[in-house]
Nanobody
Framework: VQLQAFGGGLVQAGDSLRLSCAASGGTFSHYCMGWFRQVPGKEREFVAAISWSVGTSYSTDSVKGRFTVSRDKARNTVYLQMNSLKPEDTAGYYC????????????????????WGQGTLVTVSS
């Protein structure tokens, strides 16, 4: 399975970005895809995730109301729409695929994800 993430960049506070992550090379009856972020020296942090079959999504409190996770089944792609960006959102953003998640439950634990994309850097200036 390969995950390719892209869409990061340098923006100003208050701006928007949309990250994309395309999955290829695997066939699963059900899985979840999530977005995590990481800054140097810190643990990978959960941002948002979505159940592929049902579409149930969950996001961490710090991004609720600003970030939205969605998926396009035909394109095997998950998106992270990020609005009202803040300097503290600056991080490398990684997409992951969890092939053992439930239909409704989406994991917030990075170690439960089986595959990872290469990451895309988001820098928000004040």
């Amino acid at each position: 399975v390969q995950l390719q993430a892209f869409g990061g960049g340098l923006v100003q506070a208050g701006d928007s970005l949309r990250l994309s992550c395309a999955a290829s090379g695997g066939t699963f009856s059900h899985y979840c895809m999530g977005w995590f972020r990481q800054v140097p020296g810190k643990e990978r942090e959960f941002v948002a995730a979505i159940s592929w079959s049902v579409g149930t999504s969950y996001s961490t409190d710090s991004v609720k109301g600003r970030f939205t996770v969605s998926r396009d089944k035909a394109r095997n792609t998950v998106y992270l729409q990020m609005n009202s960006l803040k300097p503290e959102d600056t991080a490398g953003y990684y997409c992951g695929l969890d092939r053992t998640c439930g239909l409704v439950y989406v994991s917030r634990r990075w170690w439960e994800y089986d595959y990872w994309g290469q990451g895309t850097l988001v820098t928000v200036s004040s």
